[in-house]
């Protein structure tokens, strides 16, 4: 076969940003989305799906990246010429079914909702371009306490995903603080503002030189690539970095409020956003949020541009490291806030809404690197060796008794040896395996392999001796009580 007439074969990669998840993943990430969804129906919010793709006009332009290629997101023509695309998060979804359906929903609309989101961004450690969102919002309600009642939510959420208290804080801020403090040093123009809102947004990554530059003419990266500044003069950008520092003194959320009073300089639009922050503060109070679970933070200013007040970043602080045991720091896993203008762009009027969106992917990620796995235990199915093609009828007999018993199982049908059989089971993580060989058929009887006290005997685990000395590894028994042994097994007993 000459190189012309070679098959083409494509490399087996996986694009940037997309993962393959495999079982364990899977499972991580249903055991949260199912602890957290709980949290939201025990609120009072309603289940709600919408589509993967929305019209890309239906969409905005809001995300932080909107000056990349294709806007940030993925998108298609779809047969009538309009353009479509994927979703980049579960917001703008909710405020087109908002304004779709405001005639027929109870009001305010409370609900929540879960399900993969697509971004056409950079994507970094724990950044991907496809992942999971669980959020929750409230659409139609103005009250701060609205607010306060998505941060109270957000924190038993993060508990209810499997963090430890101590482990996560709710960061809250408020747009118009940062508004107000502009509008006092002379800046007007909206694509001036964006520009200071998304240098701040990065404050964390680049520290506060970097933001400064980010806030005058702009910043050159490692790269060599400049990216350009909000253009504000020096003391403007001294005023805005003074802004973020209020929360590094440390106090409780009424100090802060204090220390930005001092700040904000008496703006209108500055002191509505300290009146609100003051009205969540008592709320949460009210609610049982501590001072460790949320606390004031000029510094969080929110990438997306659609919010209009309150806004509220949940961060882990776990020590977290990478596969070589390299420090990991993920930051953020979710995040949320107020976003008053949003179903106004398709009706032409104000309907308040507030809401959290939490990472899922993100959180799972983050849970395993710190070593608190939800879904580290998980096993694979007891496995039924096959030795004969002749006496298929008796292993697939065993396993449909298992599988009636509700113990998942299978036969094994590839074409191995016991040796390679036995092999297989092991890294399906299954917690035994049934051996039904000529000799145990007519004998009626079965043997049972404890692959489970086998690992933890490989492992060398010291604890749990006498649950060890009274649990044989090989267990023969007759066939009648194939079932009710390998429960025992399954099930630890």
């Not at 949260?32 to 709980?38: C, G, M, N, Q």
Request: aromatic share 8%.
């Amino acid at each position: 076969m000459t190189d012309e007439t070679a098959p083409i074969r494509p490399e087996a990669r996986s694009p940037r940003g997309f993962m393959d998840r495999r079982a364990r993943d899977l499972v991580a990430e249903r055991q949260i989305l199912a602890a957290v969804s709980a949290v939201y129906e025990r609120y009072g919010f309603e289940a709600l799906d919408t589509g993967a793709f929305e019209y890309a006009d239906a969409l905005g332009k809001f995300l932080p990246d909107a000056d990349r290629p294709n806007e940030g997101v993925f998108a298609l023509q779809d047969d009538d010429e309009q353009w479509m695309a994927l979703r980049y998060d579960l917001t703008a979804p909710l405020a087109r079914f908002a304004a779709q359906n405001w005639e027929t929903l109870p009001k305010p609309f409370r609900r929540y909702a879960f399900g993969p989101v697509w971004r056409n961004e950079k994507p970094g450690p724990g950044r991907f371009r496809e992942f999971t969102q669980c959020d929750a919002d409230t659409v139609g309600s103005a009250r701060p306490e609205a607010d306060a009642e998505i941060i109270a939510m957000a924190a038993e959420g993060l508990a209810a995903a499997g963090l430890p208290a101590g482990t996560a804080v709710i960061r809250i801020n408020n747009r118009k603080l940062l508004n107000g403090l502009l509008a006092t040093a002379g800046v007007s123009d909206e694509r001036q503002k964006l520009g200071v809102l998304r240098a701040v947004d990065k404050l964390d990554r680049l520290g506060p030189d970097g933001v400064r530059l980010l806030l005058g003419e702009g910043r050159k990266d490692e790269s060599g690539a400049f990216t350009k500044g909000a253009g504000l003069n020096a003391a403007a950008a001294e005023a805005v970095l003074a802004f973020t520092a209020a929360g590094a003194a440390g106090g409780d959320r009424s100090s802060v409020l204090s220390r930005l009073a001092d700040i904000i300089g008496g703006s209108a639009e500055g002191d509505a956003g300290l009146a609100e922050l003051a009205a969540i503060d008592g709320a949460l109070k009210s609610l049982g949020v501590t001072e460790d679970q949320a606390v004031f933070e000029p510094a969080i200013v929110r990438g997306l541009e659609y919010y209009t007040g309150a806004v509220f970043e949940a961060e882990l602080l776990l020590e977290t490291t990478d596969e070589k045991g390299h420090p990991v720091r993920f930051g953020s896993i979710g995040g949320g806030g107020r976003y008053d203008d949003l179903v106004a762009r398709f009706t032409g009027q104000v309907v308040p809404a507030t809401g959290f969106s939490f990472g899922v992917s993100r959180l799972a990620s983050a849970l395993r690197a710190a070593g608190r796995d939800m879904a580290a235990d998980v096993r694979g199915p007891v496995v039924v060796i096959a030795f004969s093609h002749d006496d298929m009828a008796h292993y697939f007999a065993a396993v449909g008794e298992l599988r009636a018993a509700g113990i998942a199982a299978e036969v094994y049908l590839g074409s191995s040896g016991m040796k390679a059989q036995m092999k297989y089971a092991d890294r399906r993580l299954a917690p035994a395996a049934v051996i039904l060989g000529g000799d145990e058929i007519a004998a009626g009887t079965v043997t049972i392999k404890d692959l489970d006290l086998g690992r933890e005997l490989a492992a060398g685990i010291t604890d749990n001796s006498q649950w060890r000395g009274e649990r044989p590894g090989q267990i023969s028994c007759p066939r009648g009580e194939l079932v009710a042994t390998v429960a025992k097994i399954v099930r630890g007993a």
